[in-house]
């Protein structure tokens, strides 16, 4: 059983969709097996997820992160030294890459995504699929960013904009 649990009303970070909300904990049951589930509600859609609460951390639920550490995020992607030079011109094990990331559940490296292809746009160009990624990720971090700091999206957007040099 998954040992953090999270109240209801509480917003929580799923890695592959943002900031959701957690609506409530039901019981539910599907093809025979009854499990406890976390229902979601995305706060950038309309859109409702259940996850089962023993999967919730394998699929990287976490609590958003605190307004200190919004902080120190924002300064790790004006750090242009903090870049890690892709090792491969393969578009698609960068693919890989910068999607593992962003599933990782890990603000940090989230910003790692967001500040590499933000760089890579701006010298060379990004692929298509590079640009969906980059948009992605972009989503989620200025999505988090704005609800643990409590500022609106439309500013933390233009934070992230001035930070990264835009």
């Known amino acids: ?15 592959h969709h943002g900031v959701v909300t957690l609506q409530s904990i039901e019981e539910r049951e599907f093809s025979g097996c009854r499990s406890t589930y976390y229902v979601l509600r995305m706060e950038s859609e309309s859109l409702t997820l259940l996850v089962p609460t023993d999967a919730a951390e394998q699929v990287g639920l976490r609590p958003l992160i605190s307004r200190k550490e919004v902080k120190k995020v924002l300064q790790s992607l004006s750090q242009k030294d903090g870049v890690q030079q892709e090792n491969t011109s393969n578009w698609s094990r960068r693919f890989k890459e ?8 890990d603000v940090y490296q989230l910003a790692e995504v967001v500040k590499g292809l933000t760089l890579r746009e701006r010298e060379r160009g990004l692929s298509l699929g ?24 439309e500013e933390m957007e ?8 835009l």
């Open 1 to 15: 059983m998954f040992s953090r649990m999270f109240e209801i009303g509480q917003r929580i970070l799923y890695p």
């Open 98 to 105: 910068h999607v593992d990331k962003i599933r990782s559940g």
């Open 130 to 153: 590079e640009k969906r990624t980059l948009q992605k990720a972009r989503q989620i971090l200025v999505e988090e960013l704005a609800f643990a700091s409590d500022t609106p999206r």
């Open 158 to 165: 233009k934070v992230v904009d001035r930070v990264l040099g």
